[in-house]
C-alpha cells in the first residue's frame, strides 16, 4: 500500500461507518414511528444503539486520522474549517425560521388567538426567573470555553482541563433546568402559535446544547489524552465556536421569546 503522497490533501480510506450511520438513522426514525403508534421502543432502541455505536467508533476513526497519523494537514484542516463555517451559517438560517414564525404571529396576531399576544388563556413563563438563571449559565460557560482556549494556546494543560470541565458541568446544568421548566410548564405544544414556536425554538436550542456539550465532553476527552497541541486543536476550536454560536442563539431567544414576547 502506497504511504507517500505528493500533495496535502487527506484520501480517506474506506470505511464501514457511513453505511452503519444510515442504517442506525434509518432504524431510528423508523424506531420513532413504531413507538407513536404502538408505544414500543424496541425499534427505537436499537436504532440508538446503531447510531451511538457509529458515533463512537467513526469519531475513533477521525482522531487517530487527525492525531496519530498526521492526515490533517494545514490545506486539510482549512478545509474542516471552511465547511464548519458553512455548517454554522445553515444552523443561524435553521433558527432564523423559527424567529421569522415567532415574530409573524406576535406582531400582527390574528382574531383567532384573540388578537393578543400571548393568546389568551396562555400563562407564559417569568422571564427573571429560570430563563434569566440559564442565561447567566450560559454566558459563563461561553467564558469559560474562551479561558480554556486561551489557556490551551498557552500550553497550560491544567487550566485548559479546569475550564473544559466547567463548561461541560454549565451545559448539563442548563439541560437539567430547561427540562425542569419542560415538566412545570403551563402551556403545551399543542397550545395554539405560541405554543408551537416557543418549544419548537427553545427545544431545538436544548438540542443543540446537548449536542455542544457533547462535542465539548469528548474534546475534554482529547485534551486528557494529549491530542492537543497550541497549534494543532481545530476540533476544539470547532467546538468552541459551536458552544458560542449555541450562546448568541439563547440571547436572541431569551431577549425575544421570553422577556418582549411576554
Request: charged share 10%; with cysteine; net charge negative.
Amino acid at each position: 500500500m502506497k504511504t507517500n503522497f505528493n500533495h496535502p490533501f487527506h484520501l480517506v480510506d474506506y470505511s464501514p461507518w457511513p453505511l452503519t450511520g444510515a442504517i442506525g438513522v434509518m432504524t431510528l426514525v423508523t424506531g420513532m414511528v413504531k413507538w407513536f403508534h404502538d408505544f414500543n421502543m424496541n425499534l427505537l432502541i436499537l436504532g440508538y444503539i446503531i447510531v451511538i455505536l457509529t458515533m463512537y467508533q467513526w469519531w475513533r476513526d477521525i482522531c487517530r486520522e487527525g492525531t496519530l497519523q498526521g492526515k490533517h494537514t494545514l490545506l486539510v484542516t482549512k478545509g474542516l474549517r471552511w465547511g464548519m463555517i458553512l455548517f454554522i451559517i445553515s444552523e443561524v438560517f435553521f433558527f432564523l425560521s423559527f424567529f421569522w414564525a415567532f415574530f409573524h404571529s406576535s406582531l400582527a396576531p390574528n382574531v383567532e388567538i384573540g388578537t393578543l399576544w400571548p393568546p389568551m388563556g396562555i400563562i407564559p413563563f417569568n422571564p427573571f426567573q429560570i430563563p434569566l438563571l440559564n442565561t447567566i449559565i450560559l454566558i459563563t460557560s461561553g467564558v469559560s470555553v474562551t479561558w480554556a482556549h486561551h489557556a490551551l494556546m498557552e500550553n497550560n494543560n491544567t487550566q485548559t482541563t479546569q475550564s473544559l470541565f466547567i463548561t461541560v458541568i454549565l451545559g448539563i446544568y442548563f439541560t437539567i433546568l430547561q427540562a425542569y421548566e419542560y415538566i412545570e410548564a403551563p402551556f403545551t405544544i399543542a397550545d395554539s402559535i405560541y405554543g408551537s414556536t416557543f418549544f419548537m425554538a427553545t427545544g431545538f436550542h436544548g438540542l443543540h446544547v446537548m449536542i455542544g456539550t457533547l462535542f465539548l465532553m469528548i474534546c475534554l476527552i482529547r485534551h486528557l489524552n494529549n491530542h492537543f497541541s497550541n497549534n494543532h486543536h481545530f476540533g476544539f476550536e470547532a467546538a468552541a465556536w459551536y458552544w458560542h454560536f449555541v450562546d448568541v442563539v439563547w440571547l436572541f431567544l431569551y431577549i425575544s421569546i421570553y422577556w418582549w414576547g411576554n
